[in-house]
């Protein structure tokens, strides 16, 4: 005989787990939108491709969805779809006015500003207790934006935010409530030149990888949002030359004494030359990849890289950034472009990050591509000094 468990119980308990939440739709006869509010979704296979979820076998709103069709489209929330969420989940009817969708090939809602979707035909129901097991062939499947999914944990709403970045960083929750604001610029951006486009803080002595947009166009290139490099040159140029004096000190107090002269004169040169041209440059591919992948690895305890090999790996990367002569014939491997965003107060916030293409590209390709970074984060510093309160200023 089954023990008996108090209902309250298994629902606190089992609350402990957070999940997604998803909207499930499809169209009934009269093209009118139906679906459920779901947390209970669940990739199940790949080969064939089965997604599944597990709607009340009382649930009205999943009467609806099977009489409707025998498709139906996974919606996945972003953190900023509370109110659809709320909305979907609740017993209204036209529980769907007033939100936005698109027809998605099979003929199933798609909502505007779902972070992904998944069009399935229903391959099996199996019972299982009230519930029923729904499982889905996948027909078709795309990811809208990449912003963050709406998270469900203990009845409360959230988003997702790295463990790196959760660690009490104050000053950096701080600048997160502006990157919300430039981030549609970031992803106009991304977009224009089919590449990623990161923000970074300074939080402390280290650059922290606070934002994506776009697609990687890079296939070697660490930036998973969280990740933290040292703040040593030749990277964070742009806070050096754009921040203030004492952070421009800070940085050039960690060219290492090992650093041939050469090269130290170099980087001593580089916050005047990015300041001077608005904007930071690294070239060529390989020996940048083999820096950010030392910094990362050093940065996560990884102790195969020692402090001496990081050092290593920035020196190698220092004549490729910035450099003083630019030869505009012939093509080059673009790795990155940077530039300042500033915020309400004037004060640097980020820098942004336009990362090249993985061929080599022409000087007039990387002008341009130069040119629109710099309008993008002057944009987007415009837009943070709007975001403030005239009085607050
Ligand atoms: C975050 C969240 C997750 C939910 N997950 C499920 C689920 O997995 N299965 C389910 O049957 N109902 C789930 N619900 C409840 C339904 O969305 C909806 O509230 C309920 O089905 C309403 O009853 P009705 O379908 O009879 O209209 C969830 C609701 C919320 C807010």
């Known amino acids: 005989m089954a023990p008996s468990i108090a209902p309250e119980h298994f629902r606190q308990v089992l609350g402990q787990y957070p999940t997604g939440v998803v909207v499930v739709t499809a169209l009934d006869s009269a093209e009118q939108p139906v679906g459920m509010t779901v947390g209970s979704f669940v990739s ?3 080969d064939p491709p089965l997604v599944a979820f597990l709607p009340a076998r009382k649930s009205s709103s999943w009467a609806a969805l099977r009489a409707a069709s025998d498709n139906f489209c996974i919606n996945i929330l972003g953190s900023d779809q509370e109110q659809i969420c709320r909305a979907v989940a609740s017993r209204k009817t036209n529980k769907f006015d007033g939100i936005g969708w698109q027809k998605s ?12 979707w998944i069009d399935c035909t229903v391959d099996t129901i199996h019972e299982a207790g009230d519930h029923h097991i729904v499982v889905g062939e996948v027909q078709d499947l795309g990811v809208s934006h990449n912003g963050y999914p709406l998270l469900f944990f203990r009845s409360g709403y959230g988003s997702f935010m790295p463990a790196s970045m959760a660690a009490g960083d104050a000053d950096l929750l701080d600048q997160l409530q502006y990157l919300d604001l430039i981030r549609p610029r970031m992803e106009e951006l ?13 939080v402390r002595d280290e650059l922290v990888l606070a934002a994506s947009a776009g697609r990687p166009s890079l296939i070697d290139l660490p930036t998973r949002v969280g990740a933290r490099t040292p703040f040593a040159p030749p990277l964070g140029s742009v806070f050096a030359a ?21 090269v130290t004169a170099a980087l001593r040169e580089m916050p005047a030359r990015v300041q001077e041209r608005g904007y930071s440059i690294i070239l060529g591919h390989e020996r940048a990849a083999a820096m950010e992948i030392a910094f990362t690895r050093h940065s996560d305890g990884d102790s195969s890289v020692s402090t001496e090999d990081v050092i290593a790996a920035m020196g190698a990367v220092a004549p490729d950034t910035n450099p003083a002569d630019e030869d505009p014939a012939g093509t080059k491997e673009l790795r990155s472009l940077t530039a300042p965003v500033f915020g309400p107060d004037g004060r640097l916030l980020f820098e942004l ?18 040119a629109a970074l710099r309008e993008t984060a002057a944009l987007a510093s415009a ?4 975001s403030l309160p005239r009085a607050a200023r």
């Open 383 to 386: 837009d943070l000094a709007d």
């Open 44 to 46: 199940v296979s790949l």
């Open 190 to 202: 991304a977009q224009r030149f089919s590449s990623e486009v990161t923000a970074v803080a300074l």
């Open 242 to 262: 754009f921040g203030e004096d004492s952070i421009r000190e800070r940085w050039l107090s960690q060219i290492p004494e090992q650093m041939p002269e050469s």
């Open 353 to 370: 990050i336009l990362w090249g293409p993985q061929e080599p590209i022409g000087h007039t390709d990387i002008c341009d591509r130069a």
């Open 105 to 116: 090939a099979q003929g199933n809602p798609v909502l505007d500003g779902s972070v992904a």
